[in-house]
């Protein structure tokens, strides 16, 4: 885990609070009330996404998250965030799980990062189903020259990934791509719960 990263998704939290509260006040001041309603409703619908990531019962998927959507700020990328389970049930240590999601959304960032990419966008699908996690990502196909450091990024996800008996998949289809990370969840025996 980027603990500096994380850090750094603290100062723009608060910085961006600070920034609205002045906002809304500067409203105030001006008699403009109804901008002001406005502008809280806009700023509701960003912070909605934020406190999606609250949904994981894995600190450090949460953490992975946050520094996701604060990166992808920084690239002016649209994030989708769709959190369908919570992984409280996942097989695998919650600093790998974490390190599995951040080195994902990293290499799908190094490709993100290209100027020749117009539609900037990424959805994440977090799901469970009875024997696993899925963590679906989509974006733009980026179409690059080079594509080596995207898949060697991949190839050392798989790695990290299989030592877990977990997996990434990765699909293209018409202008997206998909990166699919699958954790295993523990398995439950007769009220207790053990690995797969």
Request: glycine share 6%; with cysteine; net charge neutral.
């Amino acid at each position: 885990m980027d603990l500096e990263k994380l850090l750094e998704v603290i100062h723009v939290q608060r910085h961006d609070f600070l920034n609205h509260l002045q906002v809304i006040s500067g409203l105030m001041q001006l008699n403009k009330v109804e901008r002001a309603r406005e502008y809280i409703g806009q700023v509701g619908k960003e912070m909605e996404q934020t406190s999606k990531t609250a949904r994981v019962k894995i600190p450090e998927v949460t953490a992975a998250l946050l520094i996701g959507l604060n990166e992808a700020a920084k690239y002016q990328i649209k994030v989708e965030l769709s959190v369908n389970s919570n992984f409280a049930d996942c097989a695998i240590a919650g600093h790998t799980a974490g390190e599995a999601v951040q080195r994902c959304l990293d290499c799908i960032f190094l490709t993100m990062a290209t100027p020749e990419i117009k539609e900037r966008y990424i959805e994440i699908y977090l799901m469970g189903s009875e024997k696993k996690y899925t963590c679906r990502i989509l974006f733009p196909n980026p179409k690059m020259p080079d594509t080596s450091s995207f898949e060697n990024g991949i190839s050392a996800l798989g790695a990290l990934l299989s030592e877990h008996k977990g997996r990434v998949n990765l699909a293209v289809a018409n202008d997206n791509m998909e990166i699919y990370l699958t954790l295993p969840r523990k398995e439950k025996k007769s009220g207790y719960t053990t690995s797969r």
